[in-house]
C-alpha cells in the first residue's frame, strides 16, 4: 500500500501549487480521501476532502474559495488545487486514504509547501 504525494515547492505569495497524490495497493475508488497540512509547532490541520464518488466535499475554512480537491479514479489519484497562496499555507501537505466501512486509514510521506518571497 502507497500513498504518494508530490507537487510541493517554493511560491510566492499569490501562487499556485497543484498536489497530486497517487494511491496503489488498494481500491481507490473505495475510500474517502483527504488532505491534511501540519506546520511546525503545530497540530496537523484537514484541508479539504472528497468521497468515493467525488459528490461529497468539504474544505477548512482557511482555504474555502482559494482551493479544490478534485480525484480522478482511473488513475487512482487525488489533488489538491492551491491558488492565491499565503504565508500561513505553509505546511508539510499528506494525503490520507479512509475506507468507511472499514475505517482502514494510510497515510502518505508527505511533500513540503512554502509560501515566501
Known amino acids: 500500500v502507497q500513498l504518494a504525494e508530490s507537487g510541493g515547492g517554493l511560491v510566492q505569495p499569490g501562487g499556485s501549487l497543484r498536489l497530486s497524490c497517487t494511491a496503489s495497493?488498494?481500491?481507490?475508488?473505495?475510500?474517502?480521501m483527504r488532505w491534511y497540512r501540519q506546520a511546525p509547532g503545530r497540530e496537523r490541520e484537514l484541508v479539504a476532502a472528497?468521497?468515493?464518488?467525488?459528490?461529497?466535499?468539504d474544505y477548512a475554512d482557511s482555504v474555502k474559495g482559494r482551493f479544490t480537491i478534485s480525484r480522478d479514479n482511473p488513475r487512482n489519484t487525488v489533488y489538491l488545487q492551491m491558488t492565491s497562496l499565503k504565508p500561513e499555507d505553509t505546511s508539510v501537505y499528506f494525503c490520507?486514504?479512509?475506507?468507511?466501512?472499514?475505517?482502514?486509514?494510510?497515510w502518505g510521506q508527505g511533500t513540503q509547501v512554502t509560501v515566501s518571497s
Open positions: 490520507s486514504a479512509e475506507h468507511g466501512p472499514t475505517s482502514q486509514n494510510y
Open positions: 495497493g488498494f481500491t481507490f475508488r473505495n475510500y474517502l
Open positions: 472528497m468521497s468515493p464518488g467525488g459528490g461529497l466535499l
